[in-house]
């Protein structure tokens, strides 16, 4: 965000605009996020909608996830046609406002369904006799409000023209150029920005962090009182978010709050970096079907199934995943049972 006087544009902003690196490297991080991101969801929402059952919460969740990232991918091509032209926008106010919004409500939406993803594992895995609230009618509750905050959070961005004229250089700008006064002072600045870092990433990453810290610590002690190993998917799952925040989300967030203070109090900016890091937030598109597939046991199967391999678990096997990732108990039953490994056999593939 660059917030400036409305009389003049500084020789900051104006290189920041002219600089040939945000004309290439967006674009082309932009067409990786598409030719990655478009096949690799709607595989994955296909794959969740039509061929998983039963719909838990994690996979209720998992949905709201891949519909999120498919949003924004099929609006990029504006925003690859905006840089590629030099930072000017040639199509509507109105579009101009879709497009920012949809850019936060990806990075947003996707930090706050990872941490309803953690929250229900932790819940499945660490409180197993709380399970009553893991309810598909509560998870797509959840979905919906979600969506409501993040959309009620980006109102200034909704309510505002985000387009600026900068006559130096002949261009219409796209959110890159923002008035000061389209909030009331710079407070109003300040407690704006800060409420979207807060609330929307920070104290959501630390939620999810403790949640996965618990999940693994409880696996591990579970194994060890049985001697086994503990279940390697869900400290892959662990491994995966944390992955994403720190690459994708953490980047963009911690260097808005810097550019934000330098540039309300002190006139100053790290734009360029913001610019770059936004854009990063964006690969997130392309590695949320990893979670997919650690997260959600059926996905998990019906994945091997069309890749023409099937499972052959023992009762034991199955009950034992149950319990690890459904938000069950180990039961004695499971524990009668002779311990076989899981078996992967090759199959001639119907597709």
Request: proline share 5%.
């Amino acid at each position: 965000v660059m917030a400036i006087n409305d009389s003049q544009l500084d020789n900051e902003t104006l290189d920041m605009l002219r600089n040939p690196s945000i004309h290439v490297t967006l674009p082309l991080i932009y067409m990786l996020v598409i030719v990655i991101g478009v096949p690799g969801n709607l595989f994955s929402l296909w794959l969740l909608c039509l061929h998983t059952k039963p719909k838990s919460p994690s996979v209720i969740f998992l949905i709201n996830l891949s519909l999120t990232d498919l949003i924004l991918v099929f609006f990029l091509p504006f925003q690859i046609i905006y840089n590629w032209k030099r930072n000017h926008w040639d199509f509507s106010v109105p579009l101009c406002s879709v497009v920012t919004v949809l850019f936060y409500s990806n990075m947003y939406c996707s930090i706050l369904t990872m941490m309803c993803i953690s929250i229900d594992r932790c819940i499945g895995v660490v409180y197993p006799l709380h399970r009553d609230w893991r309810k598909k009618r509560y998870a797509v509750a959840t979905c919906l409000g979600m969506w409501a905050v993040v959309l009620t959070a980006l109102c200034p961005f909704m309510l505002t023209d985000l387009t600026y004229k900068v006559e130096a250089l002949n261009i219409t700008t796209c959110f890159d150029v923002l008035k000061r006064n389209m909030l009331p002072n710079t407070e109003a600045w300040a407690a704006f920005l800060f409420t979207l870092f807060v609330f929307l990433f920070l104290i959501p990453f630390i939620i999810t962090i403790v949640c996965y810290t618990l999940v693994i610590l409880k696996l591990v002690q579970s194994s060890s009182k049985n001697g086994r190993e503990p279940t390697k998917r869900s400290i892959y799952l662990a491994a995966v978010v944390l992955f994403v925040f720190v690459t994708c989300f953490a980047p963009n967030n911690f260097t808005l709050l810097v550019h934000m203070v330098s540039r309300l109090f002190f006139d100053k900016g790290v734009y360029p970096a913001y610019k770059l890091t936004l854009s990063f937030s964006c690969l997130n598109s392309c590695l949320n079907p990893f979670i997919y597939y650690f997260a959600s046991k059926e996905f998990y199967k019906k994945l091997l199934q069309i890749c023409g391999y099937k499972t052959i678990e023992t009762e034991y096997t199955e009950c034992r995943r149950e319990s690890m990732f459904s938000a069950r108990s180990m039961s004695q039953t499971c524990d009668s049972h002779e311990l076989h490994s899981p078996v992967l056999t090759r199959q001639e593939s119907v597709f």
